[in-house]
């Protein structure tokens, strides 16, 4: 089945520890997404990529890394110096370019402990 | 500054009745719209688009209607079942671009049998 694959779907971390959420997709898809969700709020863009090797800065990117080393997958690492790291993290990709809905993995819930 | 608002956090209709969730946007260059819905702990799920040059779109018991001149789209169920409870987001984006999706904060919808 194609689709998109978030692991793991509940993740602990320590406070000053970095953390690496998983996503991959079997779709073909060009274009990938990190978004976080906070209870009360919309998804926030963390970063996006539409294009292997090549990536931007969402509207919170501080404090976040990716990487896109493979059209299938793009990891995000959430690192020590974001100050509020406990969230639902979602993952999306879709084909390049405009007039296309996203397709949104299973999420990762991330707690700091 | 949000570029989509969704200013109903919630909305509680009777099963069979119709249910209408409303989207504004600020930014006149987005020209493709979306909604998802979501259940807690999961991914949301796309359900219905519309492009600009249309100002209506219908799939099933869904149908989304966007009023350019007031920037502001609308997403109508009928009838409306206990199933369809859920969290309803609209996005936005600039369709011809690589631009990815803007989101709202959501409606929470509540189907009552």
């Known amino acids: 089945d194609g689709g998109i694959t978030q692991s793991p779907k509940y993740l602990f971390r320590k406070e000053g520890q970095n953390v690496t959420l998983s996503c991959e997709q079997n779709l073909n898809h060009d274009a990938m997404y990190w978004y976080r969700q906070d209870p009360g709020q919309g998804l926030r863009l963390i970063y996006y990529s539409q294009i292997v090797n090549d990536f931007q800065k969402g509207d919170i990117a501080e404090g976040y890394s990716v990487s896109r080393e493979k059209k299938e997958s793009f990891p995000l690492t959430v690192t020590s110096a974001q100050k509020n790291p406990t969230a639902f993290y979602l993952c999306a990709s879709s084909t390049k370019g405009g007039y296309t809905e996203a397709f949104f993995g299973q999420g990762t819930r991330l707690t700091v402990v | ?113």
Not at chain 2, 18 to 38: A, E, G, H, R
Not at chain 2, 99 to 111: A, H, R, Y
């Open chain 2, 1 to 113: 500054d949000q570029q989509v608002k969704q200013n109903s956090p919630s909305l509680s209709v009777q099963e069979g009745r119709i249910s209408i969730l409303n989207c504004d946007y600020t930014n006149s260059m987005f020209d493709y719209f979306l909604w998802y819905k979501k259940y807690p702990a999961e991914g949301p799920t796309f359900l219905i688009s519309i492009s600009s040059i249309k100002d209506k779109n219908e799939d099933g018991r869904f149908t989304v209607f966007l009023n350019k001149s007031a920037k502001h789209l609308s997403l109508h169920i009928v009838p409306s079942q206990p199933g369809d409870s859920a969290v309803y987001f609209c996005a936005a984006n600039y369709g011809g671009s690589q631009g990815n999706l803007i989101f709202g904060k959501g409606t929470k919808l509540s189907v009552k049998p």
